[in-house]
């Protein structure tokens, strides 16, 4: 499969390019040059695989030219055999039209965990073929830290540095970082904000001082494979529910618009997906894109859903190069119009593309503590914060419209309720455990370094502790 970047002039990959690469040299992202379609026959003869069969299925056709069809098998028996689920994402019913999808059951409870994992086997992969070593840097405000980390923990020829800001992540978030020891891992918190960790990483990206020495990589959600990973539950989910038979509507609590731009390459693929409802806390710029055309960004607003605080989702961008006619010189101008006003309209090509497939909603905190009770009352499920927001929209689904009565709905469950405990108990007075794999999380030794706010102190000290150092 060959690779082309959303902004037209950056080199077509293939996907082992592609992957290693992350963004697109002309600042674009990589999406594959057409989509592989399966017919309805196809998609029935899926049921019944298990979630690494299924995944090895639907993953050949983007990695072909890269990945033999033994080698992507053995790696997703590796990678899905080992999560605390054997069914991986297990579908639960909440009544006759509602579902819960299941993402949380990876090392780190979130449905980050569900790509990652595989990024990091791929990175080995490649990696090992090419000889190379890569140094990742990443910046979080909380999960994709630890599931990047417990991705790469431990695998000999990546080592990751990963910033956060010092007293700003939950400490469940920062254990889950900070307890993982392996020598390949160094944590660093920052005495500054998650936007200055973010600016930090983007500046060694661009300084050649660093990304000489270092061959540096990202695992930031711009990365095609991660989105590609997450394609399968998709498929997995509604298999499950009938399809291609029946068609099924899915809610998924959206931040930077990975997970949901997977459910629409699902739905390109040939899954008869009725309707993706893009779900947002009361960071709402994709509801005003998607409901008004209006894509412009205001100040990020705290909430209870810190992965989904978020005013510029980065994946939009592919949605918006698909749905507008492929164009990659246009998605450039528009782009850096974007870039210089902090705001762009869709054209009336994307505006009608993505109404053929996309509706959206916006819970503030107390509908979200109302779909937290719904959840619990109705079907006993405690659920957490960022699923209650995704809860809310298809709750508010029917009613507005948005889903033929009949189809159903599936909810994805982007993080399990313990991350985020406190939030869950002052909805519905349930306190949730930590599953008993990570129970031990608050005795365990923690190791990080405390760096101050400025740039060059964060980028002496990976130099300094980098093993992948040619100089
Ligand atoms: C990252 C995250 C999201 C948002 O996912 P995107 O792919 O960025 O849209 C939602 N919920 C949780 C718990 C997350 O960690």
Redesign the pocket.
């Known amino acids: 499969m060959e690779y082309v970047s959303t902004r037209g002039s950056a080199p077509v990959l293939d996907f082992e390019g592609a992957t290693l690469a992350g963004l697109a040299a002309d600042g674009g992202l990589y999406l594959p040059r057409e989509w592989p379609r399966m017919t309805a026959a196809e998609i029935r003869e899926l049921r019944g695989l298990s979630y690494a069969a299924l995944a090895a299925r639907i993953m050949q056709p983007f990695v072909a030219g890269s990945l033999s069809e033994d080698e992507l098998g053995a790696l997703c028996e590796a990678v899905y055999g080992d999560f605390g689920h054997a069914a991986v994402t297990p579908l639960v019913q909440m009544d006759e039209t509602h579902w819960l999808l299941e993402l949380f059951h990876g090392p780190t409870l979130?449905?980050?965990d569900v790509a990652l994992q595989m990024l990091g086997a791929l990175f080995e992969t490649f990696l090992e073929r090419s000889d190379a070593r890569l140094t990742i840097v990443g910046a979080t405000s909380g999960?994709?830290g630890s599931a990047a980390i417990n991705a790469v923990a431990g695998r000999d020829r990546a080592e990751i540095f990963m910033l956060h800001p010092s007293g700003r992540v939950s400490e469940v978030q920062r254990r889950q970082m900070t307890t993982v020891l392996a020598p390949n891992v160094h944590n660093i918190a920052i005495d500054g904000s998650f936007d200055d960790a973010q600016r930090h990483v983007k500046r060694m990206f661009a300084d050649p001082s660093i990304n000489q020495p270092l061959n540096l990589g990202a695992v930031n959600?711009i990365n095609w494979a991660r989105l590609m990973a997450q394609v399968v539950y998709y498929f997995h989910s509604a298999l499950q529910l009938g399809a291609p038979d029946r068609p099924v509507a899915y809610s998924v609590?959206?931040?930077?618009?990975?997970?949901?731009f997977a459910g629409y390459v699902a739905a390109q693929m040939g899954l008869p997906i009725e309707r993706l409802i893009v779900a947002t806390n009361v960071n709402d710029i994709l509801h005003r894109a998607l409901s008004e055309g209006d894509y412009s960004t205001g100040e990020t607003t705290a909430t209870i859903t810190p992965?989904?605080d978020i005013q510029v989702s980065s994946n939009f961008e592919r949605l918006l190069f698909d749905c507008g006619g492929r164009d990659g010189a246009a998605m450039a101008v528009q782009m850096a119009g974007f870039d210089e006003a902090h705001g762009m309209q869709l054209t009336n090509a994307q505006r009608e593309g993505t109404a053929a497939l996309f509706t959206s909603a916006r819970a503030d905190q107390d509908d979200t503590a109302r779909a937290l009770q719904w959840a619990y009352r109705n079907a006993g499920q405690v659920i957490d914060p960022?699923t209650g927001v995704g809860l809310h929209a298809s709750l508010g689904a029917l009613t507005a419209g948005q889903v033929v009565p009949g189809t159903p709905i599936v909810t994805l469950a982007?993080?399990h309720p313990a991350k985020f405990r406190d939030a869950v108990e002052r909805a519905v007075g349930v306190r949730p455990a930590l599953p008993s794999r990570v129970g031990d999380l608050f005795g365990r030794e923690e190791h990080y370094t405390e760096l101050s706010g400025d740039y060059e102190t964060s980028r002496d000290f990976v130099l300094q502790h980098a093993s992948a150092s040619a100089g």
């Open positions: 979130a449905f980050k999960d994709t959600s609590p959206t931040g930077n618009f990975g997970d949901v992965s989904m960022h982007t993080a």
